[in-house]
């Protein structure tokens, strides 16, 4: 098993671009994550799933936009980048069991820039 | 506010030194306590999950205990190799996860 995947690996942008991150995981897990994670500001979530077809919002959604058309894939937007969107992004997945309690694996991440 | 500290920020020791990290918390209620080890430009990789006051879980030189407040990542007989950064995340309710900054270890040789 590869786990969970992500690409690209790195990437630089100019302002105003726009991309999309892809995360892939070949654990059946119901649950998907999008974190940022940023020099002294620990892990943050941005977005989830729940489940094919489902998005949420988390603590840091703005600017991002999100989709899961397929179970095992979860894709994270930027629209028009901007330097504060320079970060690491973490894609993270997690089996439901019923409980409420899920261990989340996480990806090997992206590096953005965004000059 | 749900809050995650942990301390210290950084430290250094030389191989064989034992010492303890510290994940303190302050949540609404903790549903479980998870340790993780991330490498530079690597992800996260889950090392515990610790669910109530009292529980203990080892793995090699690790050893994570969790109180009502806080828990301790000890370190026994480090070896450079166990240099990482360690994270301390707290699962608040489904889906949210309330991460620390984590401590930055080194182990000399």
């Known amino acids: 098993n590869a786990g969970v995947t992500q690409t690209p690996k790195f990437r630089v942008l100019k302002t105003g671009q726009s991309m999309t991150l892809l995360c892939a995981q070949d654990?059946?897990?119901?649950?998907m994550y999008w974190y940022r994670q940023d020099p002294g500001m620990g892990l943050r979530l941005i977005h989830y799933?729940?489940?094919?077809?489902?998005?949420a919002k988390g603590e840091v959604p703005d600017g991002y936009n999100v989709s899961r058309l397929k179970k095992q894939n979860f894709l994270l937007g930027l629209e028009s980048a901007a330097p504060s969107q320079t970060s690491v992004y973490f894609c993270?997945?997690?089996?439901?069991?019923?409980?409420?309690?899920?261990?989340?694996?996480f990806g090997p991440g992206t590096r953005l820039t965004v000059l | 506010e749900d809050q995650v500290t942990q301390s210290p920020e950084a430290l250094r020791l030389q191989e064989g030194e034992s010492s303890s990290l510290n994940c303190s918390y302050t949540?609404?209620?903790?549903?479980?306590l998870f340790w993780y080890r991330q490498d530079p430009g690597k992800g996260p990789e889950f090392l515990f999950t610790l669910y109530s006051a009292g529980e203990e879980k080892e793995k090699e030189r690790l050893k994570a205990t969790l109180t009502k407040k806080e828990s301790f990542l000890h370190i026994t007989a480090p070896k450079p190799e166990d240099s990482a950064t360690y994270l301390c995340?707290?699962?608040?309710?489904?889906?949210?996860?309330?991460f620390g900054q984590g401590t930055r270890l080194t182990i000399n040789p």
């Open positions: 799933s729940v489940g094919e077809g489902t998005t």
């Open positions: 993270a997945s997690s089996y439901s069991s019923g409980s409420e309690t899920d261990t989340q694996y």
């Open positions: 949540v609404s209620g903790l549903r479980g």
């Open positions: 654990m059946n897990h119901e649950y």
């Open positions: 995340a707290v699962q608040v309710r489904a889906q949210k996860l309330v």
